[in-house]
């Protein structure tokens, strides 16, 4: 199993930011075919061998992810590619 957590900053009104977290999974859901809800201020997203969700606060948003087995060996790919479309969609 892998465990990936990045934060990144933003200056996004709650709306901008809700939109920029929902372009960040909706990636993430067709790559891996992710089932995604939003709780709250929090977008869960799930399938067998991966688990997490992406938590927006004030001036940040917070994405945690668990990896099983199988997907656990492509996370170094995951969180490099994470943090870029992160960077860019959250930097508008």
């Not at 996004?12 to 709780?39: G, I, M, N, T, Y």
Request: proline residues 2%; glycine residues 6%; contains cysteine.
């Amino acid at each position: 199993m892998a465990d990936i957590n990045i934060v990144q900053a933003h200056q996004l009104a709650p709306e901008q930011a809700r939109a920029a977290a929902q372009q960040v999974v909706d990636k993430l859901a067709e790559q891996f075919e992710l089932s995604c809800r939003w709780e709250g201020d929090e977008l869960h997203f799930d399938r067998t061998g991966v688990n997490g969700k992406l938590t927006l606060a004030p001036n940040e948003a917070r994405v945690q992810i668990t990896l099983g087995l199988f997907y656990g060996a492509f996370a170094g790919v995951v969180e490099s590619k994470l943090k870029d479309k992160m960077a860019r969609v959250f930097a508008a």
